[in-house]
């Protein structure tokens, strides 16, 4: 007999197995999750199979509005951060971040996958059903806007706000070097070990020196990991198929150099 085509995967997302209509697909989805604080918003995934890339965005407590773009050509991960500024303490309506890493294999499901998810019950409010590290990152390096379209076309519309405030690792740029990208995008920002009076902006009184700044985000809800199931066939053959996916939650903290505290003002001793 035919073991069962699709599990029961209750509150779950599950893949839908048909075939993608043509070569390449578009698609949407809008999960409801919940924050730490215990407040639900609303989370938006965007595949496009063609590209070979996904989006995930979704609005913090605090308004902030999160994007991540995973890039999978490129092998370059996009964390944008659209911050509310604090209009009574002289700062501009929003700041804009961006942060660019490398992405690694299997961190997230691929693109094609994630463009035939489809859910069960869309009212359902997701919770992820792994808890990953915290990722601690040092963001020594400044990303040139212009010619940050090498690393990843993304960059030009998703950091199109953060110009001026790109930011990546040195130990990315070496990988990326090594895969023949132009050097002169790049430009080590000033460290401790080269002003020692370089502080933390949570320690700094002055709003007018430079500092440290540290900014922490979270992927409350993403799918990590595919699913397979096992089916057995009338002469007993075992197969596996695409069944589901698994969800996981992901914190990072990005330390980056910036020229004054007035633009990390949300990084103060409590």
């Known amino acids: 007999m035919l073991g069962p085509r699709l599990p029961a995967l209750p509150a779950l997302l599950w893949l839908a197995l048909a075939p993608l209509p043509g070569p390449a697909a578009r698609a949407e989805l809008r999960v409801r999750v919940r924050l730490p604080g215990g407040q639900v918003t609303e989370e938006s995934l965007q595949a496009d199979s063609g590209s070979d890339c996904i989006s995930l965005e979704l609005r913090k407590a605090d308004g902030a509005l999160i994007t991540l773009t995973a890039d999978f050509r490129q092998e370059v991960k996009i964390f944008r951060a ?3 500024g604090e209009l009574e303490r002289g700062q501009s309506q ?3 971040l961006c942060f660019v890493t490398r992405l690694h294999r299997n961190e997230i499901i691929p693109s094609e996958s994630m463009a035939k998810l489809r859910q069960k019950n869309p009212r359902t409010v997701r919770q992820a059903e792994e808890v990953r590290g915290l990722e601690h990152l040092s963001m020594d390096v400044a990303v040139n806007f212009s010619k ?3 690393l990843s076309s993304h960059i030009h519309n998703v950091c199109a706000e ?3 405030a ?3 690792r040195e130990e990315d740029v070496k ?3 090594e895969k023949g990208m132009d050097g002169s995008m790049f430009e080590v920002l000033p460290q401790t070990s080269d002003l020692p009076d370089l502080q933390r902006c949570k320690l700094c009184t002055d709003r007018w020196k430079p500092c440290i700044c540290s900014y922490s985000l979270s992927i409350e809800w993403y799918p990590c990991m595919l699913k397979y199931c096992k089916s057995r ?3 007993g053959k075992v197969s596996s198929y695409k069944c589901g996916i698994r969800s996981c939650q992901k914190g990072y903290t990005f330390d980056y150099y910036v020229p004054q505290k007035q633009l990390c003002l949300w990084d103060e001793e409590t």
Request: glycine fraction near 4%; proline fraction near 0%.
């Open 148 to 150: 940050g379209a090498q």
């Open 82 to 84: 659209l911050i509310l």
């Open 175 to 177: 990988f990326w070097l």
């Open 162 to 164: 953060a110009k001026e």
């Open 233 to 235: 066939d009338a002469a």
């Open 166 to 168: 790109i930011y990546t």
């Open 94 to 96: 929003f700041q804009a």
